[in-house]
């Protein structure tokens, strides 16, 4: 079941002029293909939007921050923090997940986690929240919720370890990785949540965060470190 936009506008600090906007950008196409409700619109056309209006307010950041910094080494710069594994990372820290409308297939085969559909939906907001407030209230969000992420040397200091293990363990053919939330903590504005990963039936790691994904991305760092592989940065 997908959570209320009421609430993602508390969680993110920005309320939407015109909500339907916010609603598309968190639509699939398979809900609308599904419900064939009137009105209802998916959110392609806004990540065909958001995926332009990203480039250019990182294009600016990355100008500005890195004055020395070449073209090509902008580019890559760029390329590193808009490409689909960077913007599902962003997506989960903000559970976007966790409010998208999909269709019952989509759902049942794990939609609402799928990489490719967390990094187009992130892209689709982005596209909404120009269109419903301006480029200066995009800016503002990624200074809040993207820049503080970028080093001073250009580099994403988001890593990604559940992708790490998962690759490790595929690699090695080690076995399939599951994730549990075991404990929920704390009031509700200062919830933490305890996450542990394993192998098989084997405990591999244990990690606390203030949402679910933040503790499971600590349990695979834990993990990482018990299986003494080297994390990449």
Known sequence: MHRDIKELQQRIGITFRKAELLRQAFTHSSYVNEHRIAGHKDNERLEFLGDAVLELTVSEFLYDTYP?????????????????????TFAENLEFGAFVLLGKGEELTGGRTRPALLADVFESFIGALYLDQGLESVKTFLKRHVFPKISSEGKLLVIDY???????????????????????????????????VYMDASLLGTGAGRSKKEAEQQAAAQALSKLNVAVER
């Open 162 to 196: 559940k992708t790490q293990l998962q690759e490790h363990t595929q690699h090695h053919s080690m076995g399939s990785v599951e994730y549990r939330i075991v404990n929920e903590r704390g009031p509700a504005h200062e919830r933490e949540f305890v996450a542990e």
């Open 68 to 88: 020395g910094r070449s073209e090509g080494e902008l580019t890559k710069l760029r390329a590193s923090i808009v490409c689909e594994p960077s913007l599902v």
